[in-house]
């Protein structure tokens, strides 16, 4: 069984600089971030004119994308936040939409390539350098919800469900113990679409941006699914928002993905 260990590091007092506490949620979040930013380091190595402009480039998408996914979920939650204001800057207490982020996150990139576009590769290149880096940086970040004991499924007596405390159980389920660890199954599924992403290619000759479109695809194919697990799916209109993104990215990533492999080559001058 799994047991996080959140409520023991809180208790720990972790290490103070004036009233700033260092976060568990936070570390992951700059693990994930790190751990995507050297593999795209490494896909793009000899590919930009200037690579030291990666980090600060790959820092604001990030920032980014952290704005976007709290922006979707206060906009989901906004009943509770607009009598909770003072929550809705505290994402260290959680409460983040990866498709909210991701959505962002591509919109700024794109801007911010278009003002440093001589420096780097075409924006279809440098987004599929970009798929697996991302891909791993969320398996990582996913675990930020094993210590905030969150995103969890359905009660399950299976050997590897997470253990929830009373105070943090959805109504419906106060008398079961033992949920299934989404977030987990979510990490395992990126790892393996970080897999598919870097290999294929070397098998499948793909044009540009079809990696990012693959990425946006199998995401948007496994969300939709893993959804279906989740007890604390955000609603709009009735159906679990995370599913109706899910199917919208998905069947537009699929469109995208067919219409790269069919276009013909730009003609060059």
């Known amino acids: 069984m ?22 568990w949620y936070g570390i992951a979040y700059a693990l994930a971030f790190w751990v995507a930013y050297l593999v795209i380091a490494k896909l793009l190595k000899g ?11 790959l820092l604001l998408v ?4 952290l704005i976007g996914a709290r ?38 990139g794109f801007l911010l390539w278009l003002k440093e576009k001589e ?7 440098f987004a599929d350098a ?23 499924g359905s009660p399950t007596s299976l050997p590897w469900g997470l253990y929830v405390p009373a105070g943090q159980r959805p109504e419906a389920f106060l008398k079961d113990s033992f949920f299934h660890p989404t977030f987990a199954y979510e990490s395992i ?14 098998f499948i000759k793909l044009k540009a941006g079809s990696v990012f479109a693959l990425y946006v695809l199998l995401y948007s194919l496994g969300r939709f699914f893993l959804e279906m697990q989740r007890t604390d799916s955000l609603m709009l209109m009735g159906f679990p928002a995370a599913q109706g993104l899910a ?7 699929l469109c995208v993905l067919v219409f790269l492999q069919i276009a013909p080559p730009p003609q060059t001058k």
């Not at 047991?3 to 506490?21: H, R, T, V």
């Not at 939409?97 to 591509?106: D, K, N, P, R, T």
């Not at 599924?189 to 070397?202: C, E, I, K, N, T």
């Not at 199917?247 to 990533?253: E, K, Q």
């Open 119 to 125: 420096n780097l590769p075409s924006f279809g290149d």
């Open 247 to 253: 199917l919208f990215f998905g069947v537009l990533a």
């Open 47 to 57: 590919k930009m004119k200037k690579p030291e402009l990666l980090f600060d480039y």
């Open 130 to 152: 970009i798929a697996p880096g991302l891909t791993l940086g969320q398996a990582v970040g996913r675990w930020g919800n094993f210590f905030n004991i969150e995103a969890f």
């Open 189 to 202: 599924y990126l790892v393996f679409m970080a897999g598919v992403s870097l290999l294929l290619p070397r």
């Open 2 to 23: 799994l047991y996080s260990p959140g409520p023991i590091l809180l208790a720990l007092n972790l290490p103070l600089i004036g009233e700033f506490k260092l976060r």
């Open 71 to 108: 922006l979707w979920f206060v906009a989901l939650n906004w009943t509770y936040f607009a009598e909770n204001p003072s929550e809705i800057l505290a994402i260290w207490l959680g409460g983040q939409s990866i498709q909210g982020g991701v959505f962002l996150g591509v919109i700024a």
């Open 62 to 65: 990030f920032l980014a994308g």
